[in-house]
């Protein structure tokens, strides 16, 4: 059995591309025996189940095909896509994971997350996300009409790049002492995540941190064979 790891796609119908090499990487790179991990925005933007799977309806067909051959797919939320529901889970056939989740792969515990709650000297972004996490936000959000959400999102994009670009790269990256806490608190030797954009390993004291590539122009996806030694793969769309 492999496991396959993926992150940040940020598929939106503008990039039909990624799309098309999302269905590609599913239909000709996965086996029935395969588990496959996506670790966080999946979309660029998903602003309920509703909305979102008819938007998207390739996209949940070729995850229901691969699920209904035997391959299981776990989804863990992202920043841009917290708001994937139960509606979407029955229509792909994948289960969601709670960020953080530990599994353990060939008697190795490993710790799988976003990555967005180690960015801890982001300040402002931390207070959105807690904002935006809170389940009264998320009901009066979804409460509104299609419309409505589409145009608020668009709003909460523009205020991102406006702040995102006076920002200094180290603010938006993860912080050192977070990811021992983390890893700390968890009991593991390795980690797993995306949200930095940064795909690299990192070789720490406390273990090891995998991070996962985007899917701009190319993607990334890591591979872990049973019994070896997990390898990242980049190859372009």
């Given amino acids: 059995m492999r496991r396959l790891f993926i992150a940040d796609l940020h598929l939106h119908s503008a990039r039909p591309q990624h799309s098309r090499a999302l ?25 309920g189940d509703d909305v979102g799977i008819v938007t998207y309806a390739d996209v949940i067909a070729c995850f229901k095909q691969l699920t209904s051959s035997g ?9 841009r896509d917290f708001l994937i529901g139960n509606k979407f889970c029955q229509a792909t056939g994948i289960k969601i994971l709670p960020d953080p989740t530990i599994i353990t792969f060939d008697n190795q515990k490993t710790l799988l ?12 972004y931390q207070n959105f996300r807690s904002l935006v996490r809170d389940p009264l936000w ?14 608020q999102a668009a709003q909460y994009r523009k205020q991102s790049k406006e702040m995102t670009a006076h920002k200094p790269n180290e603010i938006m990256d993860v912080n050192a002492d977070a990811v ?11 980690l797993i995540h995306g949200h930095t954009h940064r795909p690299q390993v990192h070789h720490l004291k406390s273990g090891e941190r995998v991070v996962l ?12 064979p049973q019994g070896q030694a997990w390898r990242i793969i980049r190859e372009s769309i």
């Fill in 180 to 190: 021992t806490t983390a890893m700390g608190h968890h009991h593991v030797k390795l």
């Fill in 113 to 124: 997350m976003h990555g967005d709650t180690l960015c801890t000297d982001d300040i402002e």
């Fill in 213 to 224: 590539g985007d899917w701009r122009g190319h993607f990334d996806y890591l591979s872990w």
């Fill in 138 to 151: 998320q009901n009066q959000f979804l409460s509104m009409t299609p419309a409505l959400r589409m145009q």
């Fill in 23 to 47: 269905i590609d990487f599913c239909q000709q790179r996965i086996n029935a025996d395969d588990e496959l991990y996506i670790l966080g925005d999946l979309f660029e933007a998903w602003i």
């Fill in 71 to 79: 391959t299981q797919v776990f989804f863990m939320a992202g920043n």
